[in-house]
T-cell receptor
Framework: AQSVTQLDSQVPVFEEAPVELRCNYSSSVSVYLFWYVQYPNQGLQLLLK??????LVKGINGFEAEFNKSQTSFHLRKPSVHISDTAEYFCAVSEASSASKIIFGSGTRLSIRP | DTGVSQDPRHKITKRGQNVTFRCDPI?????LYWYRQTLGQGPEFLTYFQNEAQLEKSRLLSDRFSAERPKGSFSTLEIQRTEQGDSAMYLC??????????????FGDGTRLSIL
């Protein structure tokens, strides 16, 4: 079985500052990794995904994440945040062999201060 | 690509009533998923379909819950004899069939269920 731990429930950041949202996962099999963003009263939107290959993955809205197999981490980063990045961010994992259900972390609320 | 559509967006009902939600996936997607999200938590997997076949069900899906996808297109999720603990956002997602690398799951905006 897989599990995902998002280490910070809330991250306050000033506008134009860099941000890192931390994510660790646990799995006994190969996995695919995802970051989703959720704006208030909306569904989830895929930011980026790691399937294989390069461990540095670039996504939409200037976000990127790095897969670290030895540390079982998949941290999300952005060099300069904007007010519009205020949202809930979910790290998620899916078993590579079946690529069916996604297991989500509990989320990190990113709040941007002007 | 019109996206995943869910109906209704909000549902308020009294405890003990039955409710049914509908999900229309992206037309060329043959996989359809249901998740439940409670306040302050990430979505939890409930079940998924490949075409009309229901391939996996979570233990969260009690006997009061049933999902169908009769023609491999839209899906319905029914909750019978609703309880307070059923209050949540119910999310639907769809994706292309996973041969090799999976297509990403596209989520609808959800149906928010409130039990009085």
């Amino acid at each position: 079985a897989q599990s995902v731990t998002q280490l910070d429930s809330q991250v306050p950041v000033f506008e134009e500052a860099p941000v890192e949202l931390r994510c660790n996962y646990s799995s006994s099999v190969s996995v695919y990794l995802f970051w989703y963003v959720q704006y208030p009263n909306q569904g989830l939107q895929l930011l980026l995904k790691y399937l294989s290959g390069s461990t540095l993955v670039k996504g939409i809205n200037g976000f990127e994440a790095e897969f670290n197999k030895s540390q079982t981490s998949f941290h999300l980063r952005k060099p300069s945040v904007h007010i519009s990045d205020t949202a809930e961010y979910f790290c998620a994992v899916s078993e590579a062999s079946s690529a069916s259900k996604i297991i989500f972390g509990s989320g990190t609320r990113l709040s941007i201060r002007p | 690509d019109t996206g995943v559509s869910q109906d209704p967006r909000h549902k308020i009902t009294k405890r003990g009533q039955n409710v049914t939600f509908r999900c229309d996936p992206i037309s060329e997607h043959n996989r359809l998923y249901w998740y439940r999200q409670t306040l302050g938590q990430g979505p939890e997997f409930l079940t998924y379909f490949q075409n009309e076949a229901q391939l996996e069900k979570s233990r969260l899906l009690s006997d009061r819950f049933s999902a169908e996808r009769p023609k491999g297109s839209f899906s319905t999720l029914e909750i019978q004899r609703t309880e307070q603990g059923d209050s949540a956002m119910y999310l639907c997602a769809s994706s292309p069939s996973a041969i090799g690398a999976p297509g990403p799951q596209h989520f609808g905006d959800g149906t928010r269920l409130s039990i009085l």
